[in-house]
């Protein structure tokens, strides 16, 4: 098994230098290093949430359940 350290590859970038110091102050990161890490584990978790949620919402649509709103109307979920 592949330990943290080996998966570390050094990589040059060109960032914007204001995005990346502002990253840094909102996610408390005390490096640019670790402030980058974490906004991609920001975007890594948010992209599974999504997977996840779209599977819910097509297995939902795809039961036929009826749902009737506030105003009684009836619609067919699919």
């Known amino acids: 098994m592949a330990t943290a350290k ?16 502002r990253v ?3 996610l408390r990161a005390s490096t640019e ?3 980058i890490d974490r906004a991609l584990d920001l975007v890594l978790d948010e992209h599974a949430r999504n997977r996840l ?4 919402h097509e297995r939902f649509a795809g039961s036929g359940i009826a749902i009737r709103d506030v105003y009684g109307t009836t619609s067919s979920a699919g």
């Open 6 to 21: 080996s998966r570390i590859a050094h990589k040059h970038f060109r960032l914007d230098a204001g995005k990346i110091s």
């Open 24 to 26: 840094r102050k909102v």
């Open 33 to 35: 290093t670790e402030a």
């Open 53 to 56: 949620a779209a599977a819910s």
